[in-house]
């Protein structure tokens, strides 16, 4: 019990000093301060008054939010006496292996550097910064020479390395219970079963309406449909977060989905939001990158290449590069197994105080990474409002599908917790696969390591993202891969999978 509310009073503590750092905060201050000037507020009952106006003014429900948005993101407590890493990932074989995975990305990343002889970074001349400004919302129609680049790495290298992964602890041991499991991935970890994940995921039982089925063309709107907007509504009314991530669970109606994903999120458009996009973008427009290379190599590669998501390279282009440059995106690493590459200035390499994040985000991009935003573009046409969306997104959920980690919406996890209900629940297709020389998990990964964008249609992929963003799990990812019309459905989750050229 003395844990427990220790454990409760750090929680609470590390995210009062967060929510000191925000804009809220500020603006609290300000309308607090304000407020003594209201006749309603008086000295002798000055706390309860100021409580009271916030409620009342709606700054209470925007507190709120704000506090369930740190939750959401907050790691698990740990024991007072457990060093910092273990906020970052408790397995140290995983710690080691993200390590190893790490030094390889950042070879293949300076070997790139060294053959095209190209700098990681470098300032633009004045008459480079004004044309890529003048050409910043059609970099789309720029056909720069990117033949001589190629991806950091691609899904297939990642999985090599998933499927290398041991626990030293089993090398050696006789844990047969585990060594039936014949799938890839051959690390002890816990992952539900399917009582489990019937418990979890009850709001996508059978008897619960959902969108993207129940409001198709053969059932009546009244029976369902009609009353889901209307609640949906009342709870954009309200802007409440923890009621909008209960609701979404059912799927959003296309009209308020991206309204709910940014009430959820606790993303708003303030004037300094819009100014911090636009520093970002003086940022790319000053320095280029050898990132940015990699960045135009991807999207030409997946999202010029997609039916869905060509028209929005602009928009991909514009996002990414600023991503890249954003230093508000290392607060993640608190709570993500990687660290972030570092780069020293020239000569002074191995002097700590010379040190760089590298890019500025920490986030090297890989093969598909584009793919991330490009699903978000249909939601959101306001560049700033896009951009926010997606750094939440990816700090929230996408930076686990390319870390190794034991979390329960890591990689890891989902690849074990995919073949696991495979071998478990369809054996046949499971054996008969493997027979084959098809392991399932090979064809599967890349869907997962993507949220599945660029394989389903959109308008099915973002239903699944409105589950990811309800449950705050990513968890469901290795669910959808049995829903594919090769398996058989297991989830009341329509959709078929999106064929190249289809």
């Given at each position: ?19 000191k750092g925000s804009s809220l905060y500020a ?350 573009c249909f939601l959101y046409h306001e560049p ?119």
């Amino acid at each position: 019990m003395l844990q427990e509310e220790s454990d409760l009073s750090l929680v609470i503590a590390q995210i009062v000093q967060k929510l000191k750092g925000s804009s809220l905060y500020a603006q609290l201050e300000r309308q607090a301060w304000a407020s003594l000037q209201r006749p309603e507020i008086k000295l002798e009952s000055l706390k309860e008054d100021i409580k009271e106006y916030f409620k009342i003014s709606g700054w209470e429900k925007k507190l709120q939010n704000a506090v369930y948005s740190e939750l959401s993101v907050f790691p698990s407590p740990s024991h007072p006496a457990a060093p910092p890493e273990h906020l970052k990932e408790p397995l140290v074989y995983m710690r080691k292996a993200q390590g190893s995975w790490e030094k390889r990305i950042l070879k293949s990343l300076n070997s790139m550097c060294t053959e095209l002889s190209i700098p990681l970074a470098r300032k633009r001349p004045v008459g480079e910064q004004k044309e890529l400004l003048n050409k910043w919302n059609e970099m789309g129609t720029d056909e720069p020479d990117l033949s001589l680049f190629r991806p950091v790495y691609a899904p297939k290298d990642f999985l090599e390395v998933l499927i290398n992964l041991r626990n030293p602890n089993y090398e050696n041991g006789d844990s047969l219970s585990f060594r039936t499991h014949l799938g890839l991935i051959q690390v002890p970890l816990k992952v539900k079963d399917i009582p489990e994940l019937k418990e979890f995921f009850v709001e996508l039982g059978l008897t619960t309406g959902q969108l993207g089925i129940d409001d198709s063309t053969q059932v009546p709107p009244e029976l369902f449909e009609n009353e889901h907007v209307r609640i949906g509504q009342k709870v954009l009314a309200e802007q409440d977060s923890a009621a909008a991530q209960q609701y979404i669970r059912q799927g959003s109606p296309t009209a308020l989905r991206a309204e709910l994903w940014a009430l959820i999120l606790n993303i708003s458009s303030q004037p300094e939001d819009i100014l911090y996009y636009e520093q970002l973008k003086t940022n790319v427009i000053q320095h280029d990158l050898l990132v940015d290379s990699l960045i135009y190599k991807d999207v030409k590669l997946t999202a010029s290449n997609d039916d869905y998501y060509f028209v929005f390279e602009d928009y991909l282009y514009q996002v990414l590069l600023c991503f890249s440059r954003d230093t508000s995106v290392l607060g993640h690493f608190a709570y993500n197994s990687a660290s972030p590459p570092k780069s020293y200035i020239r000569g002074k390499l191995g002097l700590e105080e010379y040190a760089v994040f590298y890019p500025p985000n920490g986030v090297i991009p890989f093969h598909g990474f584009s793919m991330y935003v490009a699903p978000l573009c249909f939601l959101y046409h306001e560049p700033s409002k896009l951009y926010q969306i997606f750094r939440e997104m990816y700090v929230r959920f996408f930076f686990r599908l390319h870390s190794i980690s034991s979390h329960p919406s890591g990689i890891v996890s989902l690849c074990l917790l995919f073949e696991t209900l495979l071998q478990t629940y369809l054996p046949q297709l499971f054996y008969h696969l493997r027979e084959i020389g098809a392991q399932p998990l090979r064809i599967s990964f890349k869907w997962m390591v993507r949220a599945f964008s660029g394989y389903l249609a959109t308008d099915q992929l973002l239903l699944l993202w409105d589950r990811i963003l309800g449950y705050n799990s990513l968890e469901i990812l290795a669910e959808k891969c049995l829903s594919f019309p090769v398996t058989g459905c297991t989830l009341p989750l329509s959709g078929e999978i999106k064929r190249p050229g289809s």
